[in-house]
C-alpha cells in the first residue's frame, strides 16, 4: 500500500483505539521499502 493509505487506516483506527478508557499508548509501525505495516 502507498504511505497515503497507511496513513488514513492508521487514523481510522486511533479513533477507535482512543475511546478505550485503558490504552496508555499506541505506536503505528511503517516500513515502505519492507512492505510492512501495523501497530503495538
Known amino acids: 500500500m ?3 493509505r497507511v496513513v488514513a487506516l492508521f ?3 486511533a479513533k477507535i483505539w482512543r475511546a478505550h ?3 496508555h499508548r499506541k ?3 511503517y ?3 519492507a512492505g510492512i505495516a501495523g501497530s503495538v
Open 27 to 29: 505506536n503505528y509501525l
Open 11 to 13: 487514523e481510522e483506527s
Open 2 to 4: 502507498k504511505r497515503e
Open 21 to 23: 478508557p485503558k490504552l
Open 31 to 33: 516500513d515502505p521499502e
